[in-house]
């Protein structure tokens, strides 16, 4: 027993679903439907970006293209504006048109210095009342023309874009500095908020858009939910086809697998015809076999009946294999197993009056992913063993369905006595083919080599174990429904 109990433990087969976020990032990781919404997502959202820095990064060249314009159009239109008297004295009253150049402080300055000996004066806009100096030539020099530009701090703090251009005002040579001072903060603060409307209404399209798009791919992927649900139905046993209109696309892989199910089913049928004509082939002579032995009467007589049972169950045996080999992997049946253990608890108590026979259901009915007769033949053969062995009881135990390892729906069956149970070196023994623990008691051995190879079939498991009421309890998993 304690072998089994390690082999168990080392292998556990049934596990409850892990905590935590892994299995459903696992899941979505796997999912078409994520990954293309996630992929179309995250291409809407690269794309808006990028529409968005090409329109802002055009829109603030454009303006400040037109800023740059604008200082260069008033610092020309102030140079014309501006003359020299014959004393040398700075004379003119600009009017560049902007109100801005009125109010004070407002960041937007104009003034005209003397550049060279011989002028005096100095002229300037109502809005600068006090000087803004200037970098050295040194600093930001003139070019070819005569002119430069530069940033500096305004009056407020604010930064200023400056125009600055020397001028030859007369014949003598003399000329004048002069300055046209704009409000570059200004230009920022209008950038952003460019910036964040365009920001405002890319992301109400983005919303849009991504919620649309992720709308049409669920529905263009709903043929494909309705294939699955078809074949699910199909693998419980409800639909033996799948049934409906489906998409030019999808409609080929729907006729394949309607052609694939049919085709497993002639080999299922094919496969019994064959079992049942060896069985009938056998029958007549494995019966006269019996009979002339129990003719016979004496020890040799004894000889052939043990024989020819015995042959009787291998055949059983093996033909029940073939019938399994044929119909696995193909379309699954449904049997409830509640019904049937409280069916066979029943007759296995009539038959063993002297035995207690008790059975524990879960309160949702368990379907077993199988047939009726192999559920009946596991269970049957059991109960016949725990009957054989019991003292006084002997009890069944439905466990309802968890998720294994691999990801199937696995329920249990504990069937225990309290008869001597199993040593645990005996317990491998005991599920060979034909291998009788005591000699004893009558029977083949056959019972748990059959149960265990049924169970195989089915990918499931079946363990020895000691039970708690002293004697063996045998556990079965095997694969449930929904």
């Known amino acids: 027993m304690a072998c089994a109990r390690r082999r168990l433990e080392a292998e556990p087969l049934l ?7 892994a299995p459903t990032v696992r899941f979505w990781l796997r999912s078409l439907t994520f990954r293309v919404v996630a992929f179309s997502t995250v291409w809407a959202i690269l794309t808006l970006v990028i529409i968005f820095t090409l ?23 102030l140079i014309g504006s501006v003359g020299i008297s014959d004393a040398g004295n700075l004379t003119g009253s600009p009017d560049l048109g902007d109100l801005r150049f009125s109010q004070p402080k407002s960041g937007w300055y104009w003034s005209v210095e003397p550049a060279s000996p011989g002028v005096s004066g100095t002229l300037r806009s109502f809005s600068l009342t006090q000087s803004i100096p200037s970098p050295s030539v040194a600093e930001v020099p003139f070019n070819s023309a005569f002119q430069r530009k530069y940033t500096t701090k305004g009056l407020n703090g604010e ?5 600055e251009s020397e001028f030859v005002l007369d014949a003598k040579n003399r000329a004048a500095r002069f300055r046209v001072m704009g409000n570059r903060s200004e230009l920022e603060t209008e950038i952003a908020t460019f910036q964040r409307r365009l920001l405002t209404y890319l992301s109400m399209f983005g919303v849009g858009m991504i919620a649309i798009n992720a709308i049409a791919i669920v529905l263009g992927l709903q043929p494909l939910r309705r294939v699955r649900n078809a074949l699910a139905m199909v693998r419980e046993g409800t639909a033996r086809r799948l049934d409906g209109r489906f998409p030019t696309e999808i409609e080929p892989l729907a006729n394949e697998t309607n052609a694939l199910i049919e085709n497993n089913k002639r080999i299922v ?15 007549t002579p494995l019966a006269v076999l019996l009979n002339e ?18 042959m009787q169950k291998q055949v059983e045996h093996y033909l029940q294999r073939a019938r399994m080999a044929a119909q696995r992997d193909s379309v699954v049946y449904r049997t409830p197993v509640g019904q049937l253990v409280q069916r066979l608890g029943r007759v296995v108590q009539k038959l063993n009056a002297q035995i207690a ?11 077993f992913a199988g047939e009726r007769e192999d559920l009946e033949e596991i269970l049957g053969n059991l109960l016949e063993n725990a009957a054989k062995w019991a003292k006084s009881k002997v009890a069944i135990v439905v466990s309802p369905a968890l998720q294994a390892a691999d990801g199937m729906e696995l329920f249990a069956i504990a069937i225990e006595d309290d008869g001597p149970g199993i040593p645990a070196d ?6 060979k083919r034909g291998k009788r623990l005591d000699e004893t008691k009558p029977g083949t051995g056959l019972g748990l080599a059959i149960v265990a190879d049924l169970v195989n079939e089915y990918g499931g498991e079946l363990a020895l174990e000691q039970s708690a ?4 309890r045998a556990v079965v998993r095997l694969r449930s429904l929904q």
């Open 55 to 77: 329109i802002t990064t055009l829109y603030r060249q454009t303006s400040e293209r037109g800023f740059e314009s604008l200082l260069s159009a008033h610092l020309f239109n």
């Open 357 to 367: 026979v008790s059975w524990t259901l879960p309160t949702e009915e368990v379907i």
């Open 469 to 472: 009421m002293g004697g063996l």
């Open 293 to 310: 032995g129990r003719a016979l009467g004496d020890a040799r007589g004894q000889l052939i009946v043990d024989q020819a049972a015995s």
């Open 15 to 21: 596990t409850r679903p892990r905590a935590g976020l």
């Open 159 to 163: 930064e200023l874009e400056v125009f």
């Open 426 to 431: 005996k317990a491998r023994e005991a599920l």
């Open 269 to 283: 049928e094919r496969s019994r015809t064959q079992v049942g004509n060896l069985a009938h082939s056998l029958k």
